[in-house]
């Protein structure tokens, strides 16, 4: 079964018409993107976009043989005028099965949100689920095998890709395209990367693809070091990067500090950004956590307050000597080699030091030498390193 992506933005189109935001400045050539329909076998037309024909024509491809035309958005018209060679839109009621006279079977599904969901199975038995913007199944009953090709709002919505994995519908070697793109993140390298962190890619308009045949899935790098300053954007990119996981422990190292008001609304914003289905540990216990011989992959956030809590037993802000300390040392090494040996995947966050002035204190030079020196051992066990500056990521070891 082939796939023609004869477009992959969203309902809008990629840039937007009118839009003067840079990534829409910057959406030019392949980057530049139609709205998402796909094209199955020359004969299934799954969403009907405007000028079809002629996006067909684009990629080599007629529309002269399509015999169906399924709609999945929640609009109940197609939006756009039917050529007189298409057969009328329709859509499939949640839970129905379509069956093609080529030997192509459809399902709809239910979704979370308004609209409808197609699991395509051709004639060969190959598996295709496509979702419309923004969605995710209702329910995920145990249908069959994983599906071979997903195509969804993997930016957008990167809970439903979590979602299909805890359901065994997407594994590790189901190729996941990303569709329905928009502006909502800058276009080429930064794009491939948020993707990449996901297990999934993206192709340009026009691509014809094989559904079924292998592909070098990419594979997320299982342990990550997130530096940066304050408000820099580093918590936001390590969760980000676990989004499309379908468990995740988030392992607070602050503590919770009941008197202090400010940092309980620091905490509240933070767990109202988690995804729902994450599950949370404050603790500054990390080596039994990494050691753990399987589990949900962890996000660690921070290890600059994992090391005051280790400075704080060894009493260490009021060391004489302004050399390494031997007891924090101790418990780096102990904690780079529980990395090191890890069979999870584990984002870390932790501040950047050594860029701004010089400590006015003792226990502040203290400190900062200890991250630095603590960021560089965790550094050198994680295969990427990624630092944030104004929201903007730098990846320092791809």
């Known amino acids: 079964m082939d796939v023609t992506l004869l477009g992959t ?24 993107r139609n709205a998402t329909a796909l094209l199955i076998d020359g004969v299934l037309l799954l969403d009907l976009t405007p000028g079809p024909a002629l996006a067909a024509a684009r990629a080599g491809r007629t529309l002269h043989g399509v015999r169906q035309v399924l709609l999945t958005h929640p609009h109940t018209s197609p939006g756009v005028e039917v050529p007189a060679d298409l057969p009328a839109p329709v859509r499939v009621p949640d839970g129905k099965e379509l069956a093609l006279i080529t030997g192509h079977r459809v399902r709809a599904l239910a979704l979370d949100v308004p609209g409808t969901g197609y699991a395509v199975t051709g004639p060969d038995g190959s598996r295709l689920l496509y979702l419309p913007p923004g969605a995710a199944p209702a329910g995920l009953p145990a249908d069959g095998p994983a599906y071979d090709m997903c195509l969804l709002d993997v930016i957008g919505r990167p809970g439903a890709l979590a979602r299909l994995r805890a ?11 990303a569709v329905h ?21 993206l192709e340009p308009d026009g691509t014809t693809l094989a559904v079924g045949d ?20 580093k918590s936001a990119e390590a969760e980000r990067r676990l989004a499309a996981y379908p468990d995740v422990v988030y392992v607070a190292t602050g503590g919770q500090r009941p008197a202090d008001p400010e940092w309980q609304h620091r905490i509240a914003v933070h767990r109202e950004r988690r995804p729902g289905g994450w599950s949370t540990r404050e603790t500054c216990d990390l080596v039994p956590l990494l050691q753990a011989p399987d589990g949900p992959p962890l996000l660690i956030d921070c290890l600059a307050l994992w090391l005051t809590d280790v400075m704080d037993r060894a009493r260490a802000w009021e060391a004489a000597d302004a050399g390494e300390l031997p007891e924090v040392a101790g418990r780096t090494a102990e904690l780079a080699e529980a990395l090191r040996t890890t069979g999870r995947t584990v984002v870390l966050v932790s501040n ?16 900062r030498d200890e991250l630095g020196r603590l960021n560089a051992a965790i550094a050198a066990e994680c295969e990427q ?4 500056v104004a929201g903007t990521v730098t990846t320092l070891r791809p």
């Open 214 to 233: 292998f592909r070098d899935v990419p594979e997320p790098p299982r342990r990550t070091l997130v530096l940066g300053g304050a408000r820099s954007g």
């Open 167 to 177: 359901a065994g519908a997407v594994t590790w070697t189901t190729d996941v395209l």
């Open 181 to 201: 793109l928009d502006h909502d993140v800058p276009p080429g390298a930064e794009l491939r990367r948020r993707l990449a962190a996901a297990g999934a890619r």
């Open 385 to 388: 390193v990624l630092l944030a």
């Open 9 to 32: 933005g969203a309902p809008a189109g990629l840039p937007r018409p009118g839009c003067p935001c840079a990534s829409c400045a910057r959406a030019l050539g392949p980057d530049a």
């Open 352 to 367: 950047e030091v050594g860029s701004g002035i010089v400590p006015a204190t003792p226990a502040g030079r203290r400190f």
